[in-house]
């Protein structure tokens, strides 16, 4: 079957290092997907890994291991603004995104 | 950048009225997706097309039909709104089937269906 799960809440403090887990099951596993979603808005692409290894943007970066099914979204220097919801999601080639639930972060100063 | 848009950011209907939600992209790409977001939930993918006039079933098609008659439009349509389909409806759309692409989100549509 498909699954996707990732934490439902998280909570840090400005300035901290949060790590977001996520971890997957699918088949045809094409790739994993970070979306950030504030509240209210669209979705917005964060990164996107198709090898096992490190991706780093800035303050962010993503892990993903295909043979564990695991990946996470690191996040450096929080601030109040990265308060939002963190979409994992698996990508199944030919078809589409699964995403996971959702993991709720929020900083406080 | 890539723009989509969709046609209301809030719509109130009545129980078994039929909606039209419309969905549409400026960069020419070939799919298109339509979602709906609930609490606990998370994105949940209704229907989504490869090209105009395909469309694929997602995970939860039941009560939603879909129509892409232009590249750039893809309307998700509720034939008879029930209650239980009062939600965040996210609209998405991704340059190309044929390799993995980044997916493009529009504002979304909430919808209270009464």
């Known amino acids: 079957g498909q699954n996707i799960d990732q934490p439902t809440e998280m909570t840090a403090t400005e300035g901290a290092i949060v790590q977001i887990n996520c971890t997957y099951q699918?088949?045809?596993?094409?790739?994993l997907f970070w979306y950030q979603q504030h509240a209210g808005e669209a979705p917005t692409f964060l990164s996107y890994n198709v090898l096992d290894g490190l991706e780093e943007k800035g303050r962010f970066s993503s892990f993903l291991s295909r043979s564990k099914g695991y990946s996470y979204l690191l996040l450096k220097e929080l601030q109040m603004k990265d308060s939002a919801s963190y979409l994992c999601a698996a990508y199944q080639a030919g078809t589409a995104l699964i995403f996971g639930k959702g993991t709720t972060l929020s900083v406080s100063s | 950048d890539v723009k989509v848009t969709q046609s209301s950011r809030y719509l109130v209907k009545r129980t078994g009225e039929k909606v039209f939600l419309e969905c549409v992209q400026d960069?020419?790409?070939?799919?298109m997706f339509w979602y709906r977001q609930d609490p606990g939930l998370g994105l949940r993918l209704i229907y989504f097309s490869y090209d105009v006039k395909m469309k694929e079933k997602g995970d939860i098609p039941e009560g939603y039909s879909v129509s892409r008659e232009k590249k750039e439009r893809f309307s998700l349509i509720l034939e008879s709104a029930s209650t239980n389909q009062t939600s965040m409806y996210l609209c998405?759309?991704?340059?190309?089937?044929?390799?993995?692409?980044?997916?493009?989100f529009g504002p979304g549509t909430r919808l209270l269906v009464l």
């Open positions: 998405a759309s991704s340059r190309t089937a044929s390799r993995v692409e980044t997916q493009y």
């Open positions: 699918t088949s045809g596993f094409n790739g």
């Open positions: 960069m020419d790409h070939e799919n």
